[in-house]
C-alpha cells in the first residue's frame, strides 16, 4: 500500500494525495454479496432536516460481509482484493469449498490464493485466520473482534486500526484497544489475527471541498458564526471566542466526561484510553 501526490495541474490538485489502491486486485464486486443502500439525506419520514452537514453524494451498493465467521473449520481461498465505498479498509471474497463466496474485512498482508479460515478448534494464527481469544497466542495482533460472543465483530475494524492480546486469566483475556484503552473481554470472543487493510488512509489529503461532497458531507458552518438563536456559541460583538465548547444542545464538549460512572462495564476497563 502506498500514496501518490498530483501533479499540481489545478489548484484542486495542488496539495491533493491520494490512494495508489495497489493492493487491490478486482475492480467489480461480487453481484450476489450486494444489497441496496438508501440515503436518507438527513431527513427524517416527515421529510424535515434533523441531521445537519448530510445530503448529496455518490451512489453506493452495501457489500454483505460476514462479521460473525461463522463458518467454522472450514478453509476458504481469498480470490480478490476489493474497495469498498462503505468503509475505510479493503474487503475480501473469500470462496469456500462448498461454493459459497462471502466477504470479510482484509488485513494488512492477505494476498489472493492464501487459505483463510475461522476455527474454534486449534488454528495456526496466520494473517486473516479467526479464532477465539481462548486460542491466539499472547502479544498477537488482531482486529476485527467481539465484544459479545456470537454478536459480530464490532472493534477495531476501520482502516489500520488492531488492538493487541495482553493476557488471559480464568474466562477473561485482557486485550489493548485502538483508542489505548485496556480492558477484560469474554474469552469466547472472536478475533481475526493482524491488522486492517489500508493503513495509509490516513494520509490521504483530498485537495478540494467537492470531494467532501462525493462522500455525501455537506458544508458546515462554524457555531461562534452563528447567531445566539441557532448555537450557544452564536452571537457577540466584533469577532467572540463563542465561549466554552459545547454543542448545538448546550452539552459541553472536548474534555466533557459523558460516560456513566455507574456503567455496569466500568468493571472490565482496567485502564482507561489515552488522551
Not at 491488522?195 to 461562534?224: C, E, I, M
Amino acid at each position: 500500500m502506498s500514496v501518490k501526490k498530483l501533479k499540481p495541474i489545478s489548484n484542486a490538485q495542488r496539495f491533493r494525495v491520494v490512494n495508489n489502491f495497489d493492493m487491490l486486485t478486482a475492480s467489480k464486486p461480487e453481484k450476489k454479496l450486494l444489497s441496496p443502500s438508501k440515503r436518507t439525506g438527513g431527513r427524517n419520514n416527515k421529510g424535515r432536516m434533523t441531521v445537519k452537514h448530510v445530503g448529496g453524494g455518490h451512489k453506493r451498493q452495501y457489500r454483505i460481509i460476514d462479521f460473525k465467521r461463522d463458518k467454522y473449520d472450514t478453509p476458504g481461498d481469498v480470490m480478490t482484493i476489493e474497495y469498498d465505498p462503505n468503509r475505510s479498509s479493503f474487503i475480501a471474497l473469500i470462496k469456500y469449498p462448498d461454493g459459497e463466496k462471502r466477504y470479510i474485512v482484509a488485513q494488512t498482508g492477505l494476498k489472493v490464493g492464501q487459505k483463510v479460515v475461522s476455527g474454534i478448534k486449534k488454528v495456526s494464527p496466520d494473517i486473516g485466520n479467526a479464532m477465539p481469544l481462548s486460542l491466539i497466542p499472547l502479544g498477537t495482533i488482531i482486529s476485527c473482534m467481539e465484544l459479545v460472543p456470537g454478536k459480530g465483530a464490532n472493534i477495531a475494524r476501520s482502516a489500520g486500526s488492531f488492538a493487541q492480546l495482553m493476557a488471559r486469566e480464568e474466562k477473561y483475556a485482557t486485550v489493548k484497544l485502538p483508542s489505548g484503552e485496556t480492558r477484560m473481554i469474554l474469552s469466547k470472543c472472536f478475533a481475526t489475527i493482524g491488522a486492517v487493510s489500508n493503513s495509509d488512509h490516513q494520509l490521504v489529503v483530498s485537495g478540494k471541498a467537492g470531494r467532501s461532497r462525493w462522500l455525501g458531507r455537506r458544508p458546515r458552518t462554524r457555531p461562534v458564526a452563528m447567531n445566539p438563536v441557532d448555537h450557544p456559541m452564536g452571537g457577540g460583538e466584533g469577532r467572540a471566542s463563542g465561549g466554552h465548547p459545547r454543542n448545538k444542545n448546550g452539552v459541553p464538549a472536548k474534555g466533557f466526561k459523558t460516560r456513566s460512572r455507574t456503567k455496569k462495564s466500568n468493571k472490565f476497563i482496567l485502564e482507561r484510553k489515552k488522551k
